[in-house]
């Protein structure tokens, strides 16, 4: 849930987009996850602290990281997703 928070707030995106977009983005996703974790694993120490560290660091890219990246290539929604979706049902409970 904070991810959520801290990405809709920081790094918004478009979510829903075309079948080809949205597996580029779990391509992206994914590449950048495991490259980061096997560069993390070499640099940083076999301690319980590193790996910490390290999950730390995987988790920060998952939440802002990976977010950024679909927003410098797929392009930023026109409003946070979460005021969107608060918006639209807002508007079906006044329809009702």
Do not use: C, N
Not at 23 to 29: E, H, M, P, S, V
Not at 45 to 63: C, E, F, K
Not at 66 to 76: E, I, K, N, Q, S
């Amino acid at each position: 849930l904070l991810a959520l928070i801290v990405q809709q707030r920081y790094v918004p995106f478009k979510v829903r987009s075309t079948v080809i977009i949205q597996i580029a983005k779990i391509g992206i996703g994914l590449a950048g996850l495991f490259v980061l974790r096997a560069a993390l694993k070499t640099i940083l120490p076999a301690d319980t602290w590193a790996a910490a560290l390290r999950y730390a660091l995987l988790g920060v890219w998952v939440m802002l990281g990976a977010p950024a990246l679909f927003r410098l290539f797929f392009g930023a929604p026109a409003r946070p997703a979460i005021a969107a979706e608060l918006s639209r049902e807002s508007e079906q409970s006044v329809a009702t």
